[in-house]
């Protein structure tokens, strides 16, 4: 069986994607995975290695090989925690959290995400959620998350939302901002690369709320 799955992964110059590098060395510090010794300190300290398809390690090596389908459907990217270790640790300065959340952003765009694992599914409602209303409903989060990767779930949680509707802990009705054109243009700036991050933002996301 080993054999057969190391066989599956053995590829042609002609089968890679010899850019898929270059898009992630443009992400903003990106250009770091060019310096990576293949050391292993990232996959060593990585709280979350040992239940990864692929370590930090290899995905970094597979980045520059260019094996861009295998990277961006993994569950690696997903299963990331994103608690920094790696990226402190690295004696060469990669920011593997930093390209983490590339590969996320990629992987729903791309939609190459492995069908029915729940966090790329709840990554992407959440995000349409917001791009629609700017606010996030719980129920409606949980309804689409369940219903696309586990409909059994809900049927064993009906209760459990039953009960919290009744304690006014989730609500029906979806709250709206006033201002979502402003919104749209800022997503858009900022996935367009344009958008620039004040001091204030940058401290606030350093500081531990992404
Ligand atoms: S710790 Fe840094 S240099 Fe070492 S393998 Fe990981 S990314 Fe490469
Ligand atoms: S940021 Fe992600 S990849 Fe890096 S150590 Fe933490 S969980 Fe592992």
Known sequence: MKEWRLWK???????????????????????????????????????????????????????RAGFKQEVLSSFTNWLCASCYSCSVECPRGVKITDVMYTLKRMAIQERVYPLRFPIPVLAREFYNSVMKCGRNNEIRLTLKLFLKTSPLQLLKQTFLGLRLLRQG??????????NKKELHSLLQAQESGTYKVSKYEEHAVVGGTS
């Open 9 to 63: 992964r053995v590829k042609y110059e002609s089968e890679v994607d010899l850019g898929f590098a270059s898009e992630i060395a443009s992400i903003p510090g990106g250009e770091k995975i060019f310096s990576c010794i293949q050391c292993g300190t990232c996959s060593g300290t990585c709280p979350v290695s040992q239940y990864m398809d692929y370590t930090p390690r290899r995905i970094v090596a597979m980045i």
């Open 169 to 178: 802990r989730l609500k029906l009705k979806t709250e709206s901002i006033e």
